[in-house]
């Protein structure tokens, strides 16, 4: 059975980018862990309440086939330069070195990780202001940036908005 660990934040997450993967997922037939920042319950910007999420400090990474970073304000708000947050993506990546795990991060999240450095390189989409704000983030960074709903380098994954949930759902049941 695979397992996959959603990232959210304990505040103001969006909604359907976890709520949509976190059910297709199980449906799936994988077995599916939340964590966030603080652990415990986590609500969703339009009122979606997890019971439970565990801290960063209670998971390891390399028990996990998939890693979903999902987006919202919250995750913004909570997990910009946060060392811990970045320090999850760079480890489960190094612990995929000779696996096939996916990472996916949808909306604002592969902005957020682009300090990490995992997208050197690597073709992503995210969410972006209509300013090229977090483009420009991503573009720093030395992603390189493509557009569209749903964009795959390697095992790598990602989405721009909650409309691309499903999408970015299918898309990395596909990889799994």
């Not at 999420?53 to 995750?75: M, N, Q, T």
Request: proline share 3%; with cysteine; net charge negative.
């Amino acid at each position: 059975m695979r397992h996959v660990l959603i990232i959210v934040a304990n505040r103001d997450f969006q909604d359907l980018e976890f709520g949509n993967p976190y059910r297709a997922f199980q449906q799936h037939g994988c077995k599916v862990s939340v964590a966030s920042g603080e652990g415990g319950e986590c609500f969703g910007v339009f009122g979606l309440k997890i019971e439970h999420s565990l801290r960063f400090d209670e998971i390891d990474v390399k028990d996990y086939d998939a890693l979903i970073f999902v987006g919202g304000g919250g995750a913004y708000e909570q997990y910009w330069g946060d060392p811990r947050y970045l320090a999850l993506a760079t480890e489960f990546l190094s612990a995929q070195a000779t696996t096939s795990k996916i990472l996916g991060a949808i909306c604002i999240t592969p902005t957020i990780l682009a300090p990490s450095g995992i997208f050197k390189g690597k073709e992503v989409t995210a969410r972006d202001d209509g300013n090229w704000t977090e483009i420009k983030i991503l573009e720093t960074y030395q992603a390189l940036w493509r557009g569209g709903d749903v964009v795959v380098d390697g095992n790598i994954i990602t989405a721009c908005w909650p409309e691309a949930s499903v999408a970015f759902w299918r898309t990395i049941i596909e990889a799994l």
